[in-house]
């Protein structure tokens, strides 16, 4: 058995004029511009048991906080661009893009909440802008309201979410219990059954794939299940490609299970009688939780 993931890189928080050097801001800047996308873990717990920085818990404060410092430094960055741009060949130049972006920057408008054609869209991913990458908001809560379900800053973020007009997720969880049920081993099992305890991780996971429009697809072995992150809307050879990019070219037909219908026939033969599978050729849309079965492909590659 072998998951799909998302590689998280972890860096402390920023602060207000990390984008003019405050703190380690730079060092941390320039780690999120090579990944992407953001998961933003915001407090929302009060108390002064675990000062904060700014005096207080505040949600949408603490939030504008780090994606001005965010726009901050995709404005400076852009300006450099500008200059750039300006001095190469007209038909090399993408001067009215840049300025197109900064202008929204400036206005603070979201630059996920705007319209853009495939070009624009290859421009704007070979910058690395800050402020461009898709976000899932991690609302750190207390024991008490992770337990009551009672969460006031997710319907806060959520509102805000909807006024940018972006496509960012909001997922409550608790650091405090997590940490401890992963810190107690075999033990951490227990204690979330006796108190009704439901890590939020898999929300996490499964949140970041969303906003990265991720998927996954199976693939089944003698030796293993395997599952594979693909686009949603990928077709059938560019989901090959994803185990290896010779599978792409070399991609003649598929076999498929849906996950469903997987569930249905084990329900029904509860002792191994194989699935049939659907066949479908180059043009067959891959869709979350398919079972694939590339055997042409392997058939190629057998030596």
Known sequence: KKEAFLTVTDIAGLVKGASKGAGLGNAFLSTI??????????????????????????????????????????????EKLLAQSARKPKGESITPLIQRLIDLLQSETVLQSQKWNIKEIEAINSMGLLSAKPVVYLLNVSEKEYADSHFPGKELLEERIEKQGTQAKVVPYCAEIEEMVMSMGEEGATYSE??????????????????????????????EVRAWPVRKGSTAPQAAGCIHTDFEKAFAIVEVAKYAEFLEHQKAFPSFTPLKLAKFGKKYIVEDGDILQFTKILQTFSY
Request: glycine share 12%.
């Open 33 to 78: 511009s090579s990944v992407d996308g953001i998961y933003h873990v915001v407090r929302g717990f009060g108390g002064n048991k675990i000062a904060h920085v700014e005096g207080g818990m505040d949600v949408l404060r603490d939030v504008q906080i780090i994606e001005d410092e965010l726009r901050f430094k995709d404005q400076d960055l852009l």
């Open 194 to 223: 006796v108190n009704n305890f439901n890590s939020a991780l898999p929300a996490v996971v499964h949140a970041g794939f969303d906003v990265l429009g991720l998927m996954q697809y199976f693939t089944v072995g003698p030796d």
